[in-house]
């Protein structure tokens, strides 16, 4: 077991979240700062989360692991198809800023502003 599990279940207990667990795995595998990278938050945010001392919402970071991570699919409403929620993920984040380069971002941006998920990024401390 690794030192970082090991203070994630000190801080989570043993019955540790599957997608804390699966933040652990994936900063062993590699290292905190390039899991925050790929989530596109501070390596504070993944340093606290483990530590179950995040101030900001944890939901959030759930949902940013297991689209991330996790790849779940998802049924997209605007696209009338199941896709992966890492492209979920990217085209909210595409979302949250304002384009007409093509009629096919436009009607993505649309959607996925009125989509339930769409939520503007976690402050990065």
């Known amino acids: 077991m ?3 599990m ?12 599957d997608w804390v667990e699966t933040l652990v ?8 700062n390039q899991v925050a990278g790929k989530l596109k ?7 606290q989360t483990i530590r179950n001392v995040y101030p900001g919402s944890m939901t959030t970071v759930e949902q940013l692991v297991r689209d991330v991570f996790m ?7 605007a696209l009338k198809k199941e896709i992966p929620s890492a492209t979920c993920l990217d085209y909210r984040r595409r979302a949250e800023t304002w384009t007409h380069s093509n009629p096919f971002r436009v009607r993505m941006q649309r959607a996925c502003r009125a ?3 769409f939520k503007k990024r976690i402050d990065e401390n």
């Not at 279940?9 to 979240?17: R, S």
């Not at 938050?41 to 340093?47: F, H, L, Q």
């Not at 790849?71 to 409403?77: G, L, T």
């Open 2 to 4: 690794s030192d970082r």
């Open 6 to 17: 090991i203070v994630a279940k000190d801080a989570w207990g043993e019955e540790l979240p």
């Open 25 to 32: 795995r994936e900063c062993d595998q590699s290292s905190q």
């Open 41 to 47: 938050v501070s390596g504070t945010v993944v340093s």
């Open 71 to 77: 790849n779940a699919p998802i049924h997209c409403p």
């Open 115 to 117: 989509c339930p998920k």
